[in-house]
């Protein structure tokens, strides 16, 4: 097995070495999403008196803020501050030491949490359809387009991520900076209120920059209600910014390593 | 062989001033202070030596070896490790290139041993048969077979030290940089890796580089060491030769009515000074010994050289 399925299989293992907190995670957290989404929604719904919100049934709203959760986990991965503590810490040592790069090291661990977090979201999708009266094989295939598209947005963010973290080089304490960037990328991505919601200017601005393709998009086509030239674009428009992201990642760190002390704590 | 030449490496820090008003002002403000960490040191090991780095907490030292396992970049000098420029962290030094920090783990916590060996196998690309040989060879020298397959935070200091000397080590590594592995460690636990190292050292020659507080440590492994006092060089030679070197003093240890104080004086003004001491304090017991190895070193560390 080469390296890189081991350091995936070894990501893993850390997942599950704590049952307790997968089995909260995995289904706790599944299912309160699930009974939240729907009576928070119904409730709207009802004293509204309305069958439809700027385009959204009932439905697919609450399919909508079922996939928002699980997705947005999907979308970032292994928790914030994943480089900047192992900086600050002097665990990061071993990524200079190690004859791999490190770059495609962080990266796969990101996207191993990713992939773990798309589990989680196959299985809330599954359960609610089940839950809802049955599953037809159009919404296996959207969920499987979904499912692809986080995973694509998943390492474009990973980029976007590992770039930020690496300004730690820098200044010894980002949270805020993270956490700014976090915000934005949920609030212009649409994890707060559909990118539809917007106005229509802020709309023709978004499409300039990587935020609606990071959540919006796909969970539109995990819904199954993107157009084949959404799908398309938005593949390109991934495929650039991650590029981007990428080699300013680079940059930054071939800048920073001259920075790094290893001390820590 | 190790080469380094004219080695400086300085750290930029930043001053703040202590309680709230220094807090808010520091918003603003920012007081820079360079520290140099190494002063231009020159130093040659050759293949299957073991050098020990010996000096007070701040010398260097850890500074170092950060430096020749490529981790921190120089900011002046040269050094060559089997031929190659560690902070260019080609990946055939990184193979043959190990450090081992008593301060920091470097394998992960939540895993069993074995997994980040295997992880390491495959990172290293460790052929099977030797990935066999040299786990057997290191759990068993290191006693430490039953603990492999436990999560490596539930072990205790002493276990998880020896856990992160295999992860080390199993790559056979030709260059070994060891800081402060015995740190922390209870007497048999110190004694064990000692011996470990003992015994790696004669089967397989690295070039090994230690630092250690324990005395014991540079006693018992080196036979070369190197003397740091605030960045540079103080000493660089056999640790057999430091005792030579001092011959020509004496310790005394004068125990009085109120108090025991240990004076260290030149052979020659010894009988001047014993009587002194007689006249000027009311003696119980006086001992006249050679200076330890100790004490000399923790002389060279404060005074230099010269000045001891």
């Given at each position: 097995?080469?390296?890189?399925?081991?350091?995936?299989?070894?990501?893993?293992?850390?997942?599950?070495?704590?049952?307790?907190?997968?089995?909260?995670?995995?289904?706790?957290?599944?299912?309160?999403?699930?009974?939240?989404?729907?009576?928070?929604?119904?409730?709207?719904?009802?004293?509204?008196?309305?069958?439809?919100?700027?385009?959204?049934?009932?439905?697919?709203?609450?399919?909508?803020?079922?996939?928002?959760?699980?997705?947005?986990?999907?979308?970032?991965?292994?928790?914030?501050?994943?480089?900047?503590?192992?900086?600050?810490?002097?665990?990061?040592?071993?990524?200079?030491?190690?004859?791999?790069?490190?770059?495609?090291?962080?990266?796969?661990?990101?996207?191993?949490?990713?992939?773990?977090?798309?589990?989680?979201?196959?299985?809330?999708?599954?359960?609610?359809?089940?839950?809802?009266?049955?599953?037809?094989?159009?919404?296996?295939?959207?969920?499987?387009?979904?499912?692809?598209?986080?995973?694509?947005?998943?390492?474009?963010?990973?980029?976007?991520?590992?770039?930020?973290?690496?300004?730690?080089?820098?200044?010894?304490?980002?949270?805020?900076?993270?956490?700014?960037?976090?915000?934005?990328?949920?609030?212009?991505?649409?994890?707060?209120?559909?990118?539809?919601?917007?106005?229509?200017?802020?709309?023709?601005?978004?499409?300039?920059?990587?935020?609606?393709?990071?959540?919006?998009?796909?969970?539109?086509?995990?819904?199954?209600?993107?157009?084949?030239?959404?799908?398309?674009?938005?593949?390109?428009?991934?495929?650039?910014?991650?590029?981007?992201?990428?080699?300013?990642?680079?940059?930054?760190?071939?800048?920073?390593?001259?920075?790094?002390?290893?001390?820590?704590? | 062989?190790?080469?380094?030449?004219?080695?400086?490496?300085?750290?930029?820090?930043?001053i703040k001033e202590p309680g709230?008003k220094g807090s808010f002002k520091s918003?603003?403000i920012?007081r820079?202070?360079?520290?140099?960490?190494?002063?231009?040191?020159?130093?040659?090991?050759?293949?299957?030596?073991?050098?020990?780095?010996?000096?007070?907490?701040?010398?260097?030292?850890?500074?170092?070896?950060?430096?020749?396992?490529?981790?921190?970049?120089?900011?002046?000098?040269?050094?060559?490790?089997?031929?190659?420029?560690?902070?260019?962290?080609?990946?055939?030094?990184?193979?043959?290139?190990?450090?081992?920090?008593?301060?920091?783990?470097?394998?992960?916590?939540?895993?069993?041993?074995?997994?980040?060996?295997?992880?390491?196998?495959?990172?290293?690309?460790?052929?099977?048969?030797?990935?066999?040989?040299?786990?057997?060879?290191?759990?068993?020298?290191?006693?430490?077979?039953?603990?492999?397959?436990?999560?490596?935070?539930?072990?205790?200091?002493?276990?998880?030290?020896?856990?992160?000397?295999?992860?080390?080590?199993?790559?056979?590594?030709?260059?070994?940089?060891?800081?402060?592995?015995?740190?922390?460690?209870?007497?048999?636990?110190?004694?064990?890796?000692?011996?470990?190292?003992?015994?790696?050292?004669?089967?397989?020659?690295?070039?090994?580089?230690?630092?250690?507080?324990?005395?014991?440590?540079?006693?018992?492994?080196?036979?070369?060491?190197?003397?740091?006092?605030?960045?540079?060089?103080?000493?660089?030679?056999?640790?057999?030769?430091?005792?030579?070197?001092?011959?020509?003093?004496?310790?005394?240890?004068?125990?009085?009515?109120?108090?025991?104080?240990?004076?260290?004086?030149?052979?020659?003004?010894?009988?001047?000074?014993?009587?002194?001491?007689?006249?000027?304090?009311?003696?119980?017991?006086?001992?006249?010994?050679?200076?330890?190895?100790?004490?000399?070193?923790?002389?060279?560390?404060?005074?230099?050289?010269?000045?001891?």
């Amino acid at each position: 097995m080469k390296w890189w399925a081991f350091v995936i299989a070894s990501e893993m293992r850390k997942i599950l070495a704590f049952r307790f907190d997968f089995w909260v995670t995995f289904i706790g957290q599944s299912f309160i999403q699930i009974i939240i989404s729907i009576s928070l929604w119904k409730s709207i719904f009802e004293s509204r008196e309305s069958q439809e919100m700027m385009g959204y049934s009932l439905e697919s709203i609450v399919l909508y803020y079922l996939i928002v959760p699980v997705g947005s986990k999907m979308l970032t991965g292994e928790n914030i501050g994943f480089l900047s503590r192992e900086i600050y810490d002097g665990s990061f040592n071993r990524y200079l030491l190690y004859p791999i790069s490190f770059f495609q090291y962080k990266t796969l661990t990101y996207l191993t949490y990713s992939c773990f977090y798309g589990l989680q979201l196959v299985f809330i999708f599954l359960s609610y359809h089940i839950l809802s009266g049955g599953i037809q094989t159009e919404q296996l295939i959207n969920l499987l387009a979904g499912f692809v598209f986080f995973f694509m947005a998943s390492v474009t963010y990973s980029q976007l991520a590992l770039g930020i973290e690496l300004i730690s080089l820098w200044a010894d304490n980002i949270w805020s900076l993270m956490v700014m960037t976090r915000f934005l990328c949920f609030f212009f991505g649409g994890a707060y209120i559909p990118v539809d919601f917007f106005p229509q200017f802020m709309k023709d601005i978004l499409v300039f920059t990587p935020f609606p393709y990071l959540i919006n998009l796909p969970i539109k086509v995990t819904m199954g209600s993107a157009r084949m030239e959404d799908l398309f674009s938005g593949t390109i428009a991934l495929l650039v910014w991650t590029i981007l992201f990428h080699l300013g990642a680079r940059l930054l760190w071939k800048k920073g390593q001259h920075h790094y002390s290893g001390v820590g704590i | 062989m190790i080469k380094i030449n004219s080695l400086t490496k300085n750290y930029t820090t930043y001053i703040k001033e202590p309680g709230l008003k220094g807090s808010f002002k520091s918003l603003f403000i920012r007081r820079k202070k360079i520290k140099e960490a190494l002063k231009s040191v020159s130093l040659e090991i050759s293949q299957g030596e073991i050098v020990g780095l010996i000096g007070a907490n701040g010398a260097g030292k850890t500074t170092l070896i950060k430096i020749l396992a490529g981790i921190v970049f120089p900011s002046s000098g040269e050094v060559s490790v089997m031929g190659f420029n560690p902070w260019e962290r080609n990946n055939q030094y990184r193979k043959c290139m190990s450090l081992i920090m008593g301060q920091k783990a470097q394998v992960w916590w939540d895993l069993p041993a074995l997994d980040t060996f295997l992880l390491l196998k495959e990172i290293y690309e460790i052929d099977e048969k030797l990935y066999k040989e040299n786990l057997e060879f290191l759990s068993e020298t290191l006693m430490i077979k039953d603990q492999l397959k436990t999560q490596v935070r539930k072990l205790s200091l002493g276990e998880r030290m020896k856990i992160e000397l295999m992860a080390s080590l199993l790559h056979r590594p030709k260059v070994i940089f060891l800081d402060e592995p015995t740190i922390g460690l209870d007497i048999s636990a110190q004694k064990a890796v000692r011996e470990f190292i003992k015994s790696y050292q004669s089967e397989f020659k690295p070039i090994t580089i230690l630092t250690s507080h324990y005395m014991e440590d540079i006693k018992e492994l080196c036979p070369r060491i190197v003397i740091m006092k605030e960045g540079g060089f103080v000493y660089d030679g056999p640790l057999s030769n430091i005792q030579k070197m001092m011959g020509d003093e004496k310790c005394l240890t004068v125990t009085t009515k109120d108090s025991t104080f240990k004076l260290t004086i030149p052979r020659l003004e010894l009988a001047r000074k014993t009587s002194e001491i007689f006249q000027n304090h009311d003696v119980i017991d006086l001992n006249i010994h050679d200076p330890s190895i100790e004490n000399i070193i923790e002389s060279i560390m404060k005074y230099g050289l010269h000045s001891t």
